[in-house]
């Protein structure tokens, strides 16, 4: 049956169900430029305004599968992978790939760069010097069977349709739609060909999904779709109202992540990063104590091979930023509210982050958080320091995070770190 993009367009708009062939006919059409911008802008937003059920998002996500390359990097122990929907001070990868590869199993993580207020796995490792976030699929096989752990950028041919799809999803204010979420992370995850992914799902102020109804709907969807092309998948929702850890940036996060696998470290950091490589071991059927492996210092071994293994120097000294202010506590009081998104965007405003994926950022710049929520503090004590190479964009920084504080305000309990957990 021959399909046209108005077909399916007016299809999805009157809030019918897309068949297969109309699925699979589209994306392959829109990946081929058969299908134009406009017309896809205007299927997303249809899809935004009237959803895809499980069976659709499942086949969406296939096609976009389609598009491109399906990995093979099946080596001699489990393959398990693990994906964030991004958040601030989210450096949990560093530390979970090397503990759960020093665990036995294989970490195939294929990851990205941050994007506004999130940050981003390859900008962070990249301060390290002399580290490449760029290698060929044999250099990613070898690396898994030697060290057990990678940590890459995705090559180039996984998912092409999501490529294009997600650009125009950024321009069109469709990014939003929860199918379009889910399939555009699964489809990349799924074509990196690991047996098992375990998805942390954040919720509040500085994640993508401010609600826990968005955020587990979304989980939800995601392991549904894990589930329909055969993998083990578990979704741990957490919470990102509050940064984690203290260091937001890029070579700050990766000094904090060293920290926690000699054995120290901020606490939520340590209890997320043991949290998730839980699930991880569960899924690859390896029983083993994650928290004894970090503790006994064997994950830094682990992650000390990795970075060298990409021509890094895991004792190099890190980059630091040029220039360094502190923001104080206007009064005595308690600190009652540290915003995660604002504490972000002052990151970003200094250089840490991009607007457009092609600004290149500072790899000293962020922010220290000194204090968190339900501290006692004294006028004048300091609160955050900030990092940058250009001393202009303090001042931006500096209002953005002053907003995001709250002294003496009304004491709420926090919710546990990790919120609940979802399985296929």
Not at 75 to 95: A, N, Q
Not at 115 to 125: A, R, V
Not at 299 to 309: D, G, S, V
Not at 360 to 380: D, E, F, I, M
Request: net charge negative; charged share 25%.
């Amino acid at each position: 049956m021959s399909h046209t993009a108005v077909d399916v367009i007016r299809a999805k708009r009157d809030g019918l169900r897309l068949t297969d062939g109309q699925v699979d006919w589209v994306v392959d059409a829109y990946t081929r430029g058969e299908v134009a911008d406009e017309q896809m802008s205007a299927l997303a937003m249809a899809i935004f305004l009237n959803g895809m059920d499980a069976a659709e998002t499942a086949r969406w996500t296939r096609a976009m599968i389609a598009s491109g390359d399906v990995l093979d990097l099946r080596v001699d122990r489990p393959t398990v992978d693990k994906h964030s929907t991004g958040g601030v001070g989210d450096k949990i990868t560093l530390p979970l790939a090397p503990l759960v590869a020093a665990c036995g199993a294989a970490v195939p993580q294929l990851s990205g760069r941050g994007l506004g207020h999130t940050g981003g796995t390859l900008d962070k490792l990249e301060s390290i010097p002399g580290w490449r976030a760029q290698l060929s699929l044999d250099e990613i096989t070898a690396q898994l069977g030697s060290v057990g752990a990678v940590v890459c950028a995705a090559t180039t041919g996984l998912a092409p349709a999501d490529r294009k799809l997600y650009a125009l999803r950024d321009v069109t204010g469709t990014v939003e739609a929860i199918p379009l979420i889910a399939s555009s992370i699964m489809s990349k995850k799924i074509a990196e060909g690991a047996d098992a992914l375990v998805l942390d799902v954040k919720v509040g102020s500085g994640a993508f999904m401010k609600t826990e109804e968005r955020a587990r709907a979304l989980a939800r969807a995601l392991v549904d779709i894990g589930v329909d092309h055969g993998r083990k998948v578990t979704a741990l929702l957490t919470d990102m109202s509050v940064p984690l850890g203290a260091a937001v940036g890029n070579a700050i996060e990766v000094a904090e992540s060293v920290d926690v696998l000699r054995g120290g470290g901020p606490e939520d950091v340590v209890e997320l990063t043991v949290a998730l490589a839980r699930e991880m071991l569960a899924l690859a059927g390896i029983d083993v104590d994650p928290a004894r492996v970090l503790a006994s210092g064997e994950a830094y071994e682990t992650w000390a091979r990795m970075i060298r293994a990409q021509g890094g120097d895991p004792e190099a000294e890190l980059p630091v930023a040029k220039h360094t202010r502190v923001l104080e506590a206007a009064e005595d009081g308690v600190l009652t509210g540290l915003d995660a998104y604002a504490v972000g965007v002052a990151a970003w405003r200094l250089g840490a982050g991009r607007a457009r994926k092609e600004d290149p950022v500072q790899a000293g710049a962020g922010v220290r958080c000194l204090v968190k929520p339900g501290a006692s503090v004294t006028a004048g004590q300091p609160i955050a320091e900030l990092h940058t190479d250009t001393p202009e964009a303090f001042d931006a920084a500096f209002e953005t995070l002053r907003a995001g504080v709250e002294l003496n305000g009304e004491v709420t309990e926090r919710s546990a770190l990790v919120i609940d957990t979802i399985r296929g």
